[in-house]
């Protein structure tokens, strides 16, 4: 749908500006920010550098694993199904690491990890008790959900970004972010365990 959004936007933007004689200022505005874009991709690559390398850091330090371990009672109380999963809640713990740290490119492969590890653990269930095994379990739903709303302790996304665009002061969406994503998240979370407590419960009636 997005693919069709863009292009409809596209074609109208070259209509416009074809019928009120602008080609030459959209030319100018397509090739200044392909220039742009490249400029962006090079300063994300060297603060996604960085970042990885300092989260590799952290890994080998055992400075993750404690993480981990602080997180685990808040995940057995939002998961309380497959606490006993570790592998599971592993791929968890470390996709929510990345994701405080603002670090959403390391975030990514864990957070597929858990996700596929989830599905798997719901096939399973499906396979003992039935159901549909290509549907979202619940744990999938709340995982998802607490994964977009991201609670970021520093926003390096939007830091990095106001910084290559001439921020005096990049940093100072630190707070007001974390107050955003923080609200957002539990939000989110509220509401996931809500709904899932209602499933379990109506699932359990029939």
Known sequence: MLNYIWAFMIIVGILVAAFTGSMEAVSSTVLDSAKE???????????????????????????????????????????PRIAHREAVMGYIAANLIANLLGLGWAATPTGLKAMKALQEVHKEECAISGGDPEAAS????????????????????????????????????????????????????LYGVWKCRRNQRKNSKQ
């Open 37 to 79: 874009a490249i400029q962006l991709c090079l300063v994300m690559l060297g603060v996604v550098g960085m970042w990885t390398g300092i989260m590799k850091i952290a890994e080998q330090t055992g400075l993750v694993r404690q993480f981990t371990k602080l997180l685990m009672p808040i995940l057995r109380l939002l998961f």
């Open 138 to 189: 619940d744990e999938m739903c709340l995982f998802l959900v607490i994964n977009i709303s991201s609670l970021q302790l520093i926003p390096i996304n939007m830091i990095a970004y106001r910084s290559q665009y001439g921020s005096v002061h990049p940093g100072v969406i630190i707070l007001p972010g974390l107050i955003a994503t923080m609200v957002s998240t539990l939000a989110g979370v």
